[in-house]
């Protein structure tokens, strides 16, 4: 089956730094969305990309749509401690999302 | 606007009892999906359901089943609790379905198995 693959699988970053952080697939995707999960909570949807290449702001979050449709990226600039949590990417199919594996977002006082 | 709600929040069950988990999606979201989300993982897709009718099913055994109503609110339901059936469900509700895009999800039920 499809397979999401993130990394790095955690970051503990200084608040003020960039972050950047991947996914890939074993497959072709048509879209990709990104989420951030806080403990306790559902996923957030972040980011949703529509096109290979789609390069798409949301505040602080940056996000690309690989040009292969097997990648995407997440940039976060200027990191906060609201930006700590679990984020995962996401890619819809045959009525159902595929989730990553995560990025667990860790910022240092 | 309200988002997608679910009930109970917290679930505390023995091994081999049943259970049953409540979901209202998004106004004007006639899409509803369960995943389960085991710590540490991601969100594992269990059901989706489109006007009241099946539209996906994850690779989850039989002893779980769900529904939707006239109004689009969902239930899911596991028989039989086994303790690796703790976990967090997740309910999402969604405009459109053949493209399960743009989920959004409610804030879960966590349910505990002993």
């Known amino acids: 089956g499809q397979q999401l693959n993130q990394s790095p699988q955690s970051m503990f970053i200084q608040e003020g730094e960039d972050v950047s952080m991947n996914c890939t697939s074993s497959?072709?995707?048509?879209?990709w969305l990104w989420y951030k999960q806080e403990p306790g909570e559902g996923p957030v949807l972040l980011i949703a990309?529509?096109?290979?290449?789609e390069l798409t702001s949301n505040g602080r979050l940056t996000a690309q749509f690989g040009i292969t449709r097997k990648d995407s990226f997440l940039n976060i600039s200027a990191s906060i401690p609201s930006d700590v949590g679990i984020y995962f990417c996401?890619?819809?199919?045959?009525?159902?999302?595929?989730f990553g594996t995560g990025t667990r977002l860790t910022i240092i006082p | 606007d309200a988002g997608v709600t679910q009930s109970p929040t917290h679930l505390i069950k023995t091994r081999g009892q049943q259970v049953t988990l409540r979901c209202s999606p998004i106004?004007?979201?006639?899409?509803v999906s369960w995943y389960q989300q085991v710590l540490g993982q991601g969100p594992q897709f269990i059901f989706q359901?489109?006007?009241?009718?099946?539209?996906g099913r994850g690779n989850f055994p039989d002893r779980f089943s769900a529904r939707q109503f006239p109004n689009y609110s969902s239930e899911l339901n596991v028989n039989a609790l086994l303790l690796g059936d703790s976990a967090l469900y997740l309910c999402?509700?969604?405009?459109?379905?053949?493209?399960?895009?743009?989920?959004?999800f409610g804030p879960g039920t966590r349910l505990t198995v002993t």
């Open positions: 497959s072709i995707f048509n879209t």
């Open positions: 359901y489109y006007e009241k009718e099946e539209r």
């Open positions: 996401a890619g819809p199919g045959n009525e159902k999302l595929t």
């Open positions: 990309l529509y096109k290979a290449g």
């Open positions: 106004s004007g979201h006639k899409s």
């Open positions: 999402a509700s969604s405009l459109v379905t053949g493209l399960s895009y743009e989920q959004y």
